[in-house]
């Protein structure tokens, strides 16, 4: 009598699951369940033992998916636990054991990939916060639309900003649309460079970055007003109003850096202008820059603003000019006491050879009243006309056409913007 199905029904009680594969193998009767039980077996055989490698390959050939994550996760075999849980269908109840197994050991994106598989998308975002992975949790709350954005966003920030990021914090406004909170940052840097003395060129691109930021703000809210008056009639003229009254409702604290955007970016670009006009030789042209920027000294310390209109006028033999840039120099407060004495020393020599009086003086007319004004003069004195500046050359722009940039919307002679590709102040194409 051969009756191999009781030969394996005794085997199975007895426990002595190698024998029960032998069996079915060799045409011992069951089927396919009864011997992925048997796969299973000898796999919790050698799990109990702690011998992971070898319940592995039993594991799979039970398709026992379970127990396969825990030998994986006890190998170590990371790739193993990814490949299996992309292997699994959506919405699987091992998933989030999966993602758990992953976070224990810092692996972010994958239990990401998980929690997402089975659409728990605020586990995913918690699991971001908790291993310190902001932005891909920003990400992941913008995509998903979880209200809690601005609470993870100041999250990040204040991360970021105590390890001393700033230049990632403000990427991360950035990103989110946030360009007011950026461009506050931006400014910090900025004022930080400036007291510093680095490099000017550098704190006039940290000053440019920052005023970009506000002009990115300026155009969300006129477009989020635009969005909001689309419905009614006379959007156009209704929506800009709303812009504007939204813009000081939202910013009535910060109108120092909305109003005066593009200062810090004048200040230094004309600082730069000047001292390279000197070099190139051209003195008058230097000195009538560095005269206008007497206006920006809240920005760039005196001391260097006067040391370079001084230079320029010395150097363009206008001894007057040069004689109150010296007398400004000494009369700063926070010079020390041998600065100072330098300062009256090298005034002593200069106007005992030479007489403090300008040599010549240029005028231009007033395009409003006709009066003559000197040529360096941003303001007229009888119409109290104020004039822009053309952003090549440091002159007054007396004539109505110019050409204006699209971006920063400052102005040059339409001769002088000729030879260049890009806006000299913010650097827009042309």
Known sequence: MDRRDLAVNLRVKLGDWFRVVQLLKSGGGGDDTQLELAWNAIGDYFADRQKWQQAVTYYVQGRNQERLAECYYMLEDFNG????????????????EI?????TVGMCEEAVTAYLKCNNVKKAVDVCVELNQWDQAVELAKNHNIKEIDNLLAKYAAHLLDK????????????????????????????????????????????????????????????SSRLKSKSRKGADASSALAGLLEEDAVASGDTKFIDNAWRGAEAYHFFLLAQRQ????????????????????DVIPASDIHSLLGLAACANRAFGTCSKAFIKLESLES??????QHYEELALDIFTKHAPKDLRTNASECSSCGSMIPDWSSVCPSCDTKFSRCIMTGRPLMDYQSWSCGVCKHRAYDDEIRSVSTCPLCHAVI
């Not at 001393?164 to 914090?169: F, W």
């Not at 000197?278 to 206006?295: F, I, P």
């Not at 010079?335 to 100072?340: G, I, P, V």
């Open 335 to 340: 010079l020390t006491q041998e600065q100072r």
């Open 278 to 297: 000197l070099y190139q030789g051209y003195v008058d042209a230097s000195m009538r820059t560095a005269l206008y920027l007497c206006e920006f000294d």
């Open 99 to 103: 993602s758990a197994m992953f976070v």
């Open 164 to 223: 001393d990021k700033k230049l990632q914090a403000i990427e991360l406004y950035r990103k989110a649309n946030h360009f007011l909170e950026a461009a506050k940052l931006m400014f910090q840097i900025a004022e930080e460079y400036s007291k510093k003395k680095v490099k000017p060129l550098r704190t006039k691109k940290m000053y440019t970055l920052a005023a970009l930021l506000i002009e990115n703000y300026h155009e969300k809210m006129k477009l």
């Open 81 to 96: 636990l990814q490949k299996l849980a992309d292997a699994l269908p959506e919405n699987h109840k091992l998933l989030p």
